[in-house]
């Protein structure tokens, strides 16, 4: 890797989510990606890998697809750019904004673009902020998060975001951020504790967070539908019922993050209505495009309509867009993703072969010594690795479980992902992925499985 290009990212270039130092020490070398088809992504030295994560959990119709290439070289040539402010649109944009509605929910009214997951997060607690500040109650400000619920890196989805290293050494989390129970049964503290039992308990532990802080002080409650970036856990049975009840009763909305889940990952168009969701805002991105152009979106429901309406016949027009917002090219790559999505029957494939995936990785390690729970939904699996199963003693995070067995895979050209807290290994592959790939990532994870906890 000691050639120009090595040595150009090494004086120049910034990673993102990276540990700066040690990659300036040369300790971890960058692989540049050259090409990719399907589910399989090649680096310039030639080396072929099977991406059974899809980029970030994004490039959900597959690599290559020649029909959104086209469609975004279309729109470039046709027109670029144009903005969307004060009563302009593109065809593009305002197809895409059709094809979203159409998908969504009956109670979701309008969808707002912007570029990526944070700036959508972003944008839902300003028009919250905005929504209560019309509704004349500007106390009503705070919003709920999970731990280890990830819902981006700003100043304000930081703080939403509930692992810690997205908040030391950056002040956060913000004022106005407060964190509630993960969902996460399989770490539960009492052993003896059932999945009702620990529903139970995450409902109470909210309840006592919005009695101290005062249900007059709180918004929203945002979520992902499954926990995703902090370890894909699914929720236990009934959670988002009993969740939902409390925030109905006290009068706070619900922000369903669908970045990960929407537009088929859980074998369904959204997750929310997957687990009987009834969200007053859903974030997109990701899936939207697949991840060939940048665009995300925030789909607001009627009741939110409403109020923001009225507030702009009050005070002008939203002081809220970007340059970007609606950008011609990602609507272009959404419209072209959307109708592949349909087309080629691609989340139901996700739903199928995403179950497939989960059954034999549980057929394959579910009884292993180290493994303490396998887990998913959709095309959506993990697998936890504990010291020991029975007591669910856990690895020291020093000992790096997680990350040593995604390498000893990715030794044999499958990438998984160690995901940032706990020794779990992720999988959320491309919705394309046949029943031979993942019969390919179940038996190399074996492979790396016991080359770790044997050599
Ligand atoms: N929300 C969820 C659920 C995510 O998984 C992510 C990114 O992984 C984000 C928001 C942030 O999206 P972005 O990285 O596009 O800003």
Known sequence: HNDQLSQWDRENFFHPSTHLAQHARGETATRIIRTASGCHIEDREGNKLLDAFAGLYCVNVGYGRQEIAEAIADQARELAYYHAYVGHGTEASVTLSKMILDR????????????????????????????????????????????????????????????????????????????????????????????????????ASLEELIAREGADTIAAFIGEPVLGTGGIVPPPAGYWDAIQAVLRKHDILLVADEVVTGFGRLGTMFGSTHYGMTPDI???????????????????????????EQGTDENGPIGHGWTYSAHPIGAAAGVANLKLLDDLN???NAGSVGAYLNQTMQEALGDHPHVGEIRGEGMLCAVEFVKDRDSRTFFDANDKIGPQIAAALLAQGVIGRAMPQGDILGFAPPFCLTKAEADEVVAKTVTAVNTVFQG
Not at 151 to 156: A, D, F, K, P
Not at 177 to 187: K, L
Not at 282 to 308: E, F, M, N, R
């Open 104 to 203: 969504a929910p009956d109670h979701m009214s309008k969808v707002y673009f912007g570029l990526g997951g944070s700036d959508a997060n972003e944008t839902n607690v300003k028009l919250i902020w905005y929504y209560n500040n019309i509704l004349g109650r500007p106390e009503k400000k705070k919003i709920i998060s999970r731990w280890r619920g990830y819902h981006g890196s700003g100043l304000v989805t930081g703080s939403l975001t509930g692992l810690e290293l997205f908040h030391k050494k950056f002040d956060l989390p913000l004022a106005q951020v407060i964190h509630t129970d993960a969902p996460y049964y399989f770490r539960r503290t009492d052993a003896a504790q059932s999945e009702d039992q620990f529903v139970a308990q995450c409902v």
């Open 282 to 308: 859903i974030t997109i991105a990701k899936g939207l495009t697949s991840a060939y152009a940048p665009l995300s979106g925030s789909i607001v429901s009627d009741k939110i309509w409403k109020v923001l």
């Open 346 to 348: 691609l989340i139901s």
